[in-house]
């Protein structure tokens, strides 16, 4: 199957794994078309210097093809999803001139909030199931730097999907099979999104609550049992959708999330810290309404949202008095 792939943005998200899939086809590996839509100046830059890609499994930078919102026309397969939750209104405008009414979405974005959004919009035997782990960021030069290993895509068909998606989602994996990127194709991939979900959610929730690493937060006296205690919230939520970690997932979370001088922070600690929008509502509130939903109390996952909260309001009202 040719298939033809409509990438949103060309940053750190898209600009690899979109940029993977053009690799591929660029070396005559796969049949896959691909095109970015971008905005006017990353479209300048792309055309006068490629799509540049530094990574561990190997920097390239390759020739692609680009297209303005104004240049949309509905003649793609699949749209590639790896907006910022913030940005899904004004995504969803953008890409609906590429939409045929059969051409499926492929949502990468973390949490699960997106996903009722996006079925309200486009019908849901048409959105996909996915989510990915990378590291990564886009240069004032327009670098796409990969800053880790981990580079992982994983996607699925959702119960609602319909059978032209798993022909979809088939011709994706086989593109991906020629490239370094880890795939899974995975027939649970709800069950893989809510696992990510629970890392991601107490990773931010804790980490941008105490403003440091996993390791600062468990060097402290109570940092531990905080940590555990916002995991389990966390978990609850999980079970009561029906998407309980399983043993080796909660296992590899919890380590994850215990280990003594490591580094590892959520990206929306970075966001924070620079003063830049972040995914608060989209992972931590929404997990915790969906912890309360399950019963719980959710009490560490409350405060956690009250200092994001916190922290927005500051910020709007330092801007009205300026």
């Known amino acids: 199957m040719l298939l033809k792939i409509l990438v949103l943005g060309a940053g750190a998200t898209g600009g690899y794994f979109g940029g993977r899939l053009a690799q591929a086809a660029h070396l005559g590996k796969s049949d896959i078309d691909v095109s970015f839509l971008v905005r006017p100046r990353r479209a300048e830059t792309l ?6 890609v530094e990574s561990p499994q190997g920097s390239f930078d390759i020739p692609v ?3 303005l919102h104004t240049e949309l026309k509905p ?16 995504s969803i405008l953008a890409i609906y001139p590429g939409m045929r009414p059969d ?18 919009e486009f019908g849901a035997l048409r959105v996909l199931g996915g989510c990915c782990h990378i590291a990564g960021n886009l240069t004032p030069e327009g670098l796409v730097r990969q800053m880790t290993e981990l580079q992982r895509i994983t996607f699925g068909l959702r119960p609602q999907n319909s059978a032209a998606g798993q022909a979809i ?5 086989d593109a991906f099979r020629q490239t370094p990127v880890d795939l899974r194709h995975s027939d649970q991939v709800l069950q893989e999104i809510w696992e990510k979900f629970v890392l991601l959610a107490t990773l ?20 531990t049992t905080l940590m555990q205690g916002m995991l389990a919230e966390c978990e609850r939520a999980a079970t009561h959708a029906g998407h309980a970690s399983r043993p080796q997932v909660h296992a590899a979370t919890a380590k994850l999330l215990s280990t003594r001088d490591s580094t590892f922070t959520a990206s929306m600690l970075r966001d924070l810290e620079s003063g830049g929008r972040t995914e608060g509502a989209h992972i931590v509130g929404d997990m915790l309404a969906r912890a309360r939903a399950a019963g719980s109390s959710a009490r560490l996952l409350a405060i956690a949202w009250a200092h994001l909260q916190a922290r927005e309001a500051r910020l709007a009202r330092e801007r009205s008095a300026t």
């Open 103 to 120: 051409t499926c979405v492929l949502p990468v974005l973390n949490g699960l909030a997106h996903f009722d959004r996006l079925d309200r």
């Open 47 to 52: 055309k006068a210097r490629g799509l540049n």
């Open 75 to 90: 003649e793609y397969d699949l749209v590639l999803l790896s907006c910022k939750a913030y940005d899904l209104e004004s």
């Open 204 to 223: 931010a929730g804790m980490t941008c609550l105490m403003r440091g690493a996993v390791g600062d937060i468990v060097a402290t006296d109570e940092g």
């Open 169 to 173: 989602l088939n011709a994706l994996a």
């Open 65 to 67: 093809r680009t297209v």
